[in-house]
């Protein structure tokens, strides 16, 4: 089992940043892809970003790409998704999860998740 735990999220002005970050503990962080989703009211959860287990390689939802950048470091167990050029649209609960499936872009494919944090982007 691991445990996720999102922090960063806040109150921002469109065209300004963020950068969530997700703890891990529990079992050993560098054993598990890692990935970024969102929920917005009323909509399903959807993918946002994802890394491999050593970082190497990065997915991206096509809404997101050039503006958010996802990243890890092993060493400190913590995931990170630095989001530029925020849009209202891009206001919604973030999730941090985690899979044993590289290049898992969906949510069944993640098997521990986080409690989210709340990004709220003012036009």
């Known amino acids: 089992q691991v445990q996720l735990v999102e922090s960063g999220g806040g109150l921002v002005q469109a065209g300004g940043s963020l950068r969530l970050s997700c703890a891990a503990s529990?079992?050993?962080?560098?054993?598990?892809?890692m990935g970024w989703f969102r929920q917005a009211p009323g909509k399903e959860r959807e993918f946002v970003a994802a890394?491999?287990?050593?970082?190497?390689?990065?997915y991206y939802a096509d809404s997101v790409k050039g503006r958010f950048t996802i990243s890890r470091n092993n060493a400190k167990s913590t995931v990170y998704l630095q989001m530029n050029s925020l849009r209202p649209e891009d206001t919604a609960v973030y999730y941090c999860?985690?899979?044993?499936?590289?290049?898992?872009?969906?949510?069944?494919?993640?098997?521990?998740w986080g409690q989210g944090t709340q990004v709220t982007v003012n036009s």
């Open positions: 999860a985690a899979s044993m499936t590289g290049g898992a872009l969906f949510p069944h494919e993640y098997a521990h």
């Open positions: 890394v491999s287990w050593g970082g190497l390689s990065t």
């Open positions: 529990g079992r050993t962080f560098s054993n598990y892809a």
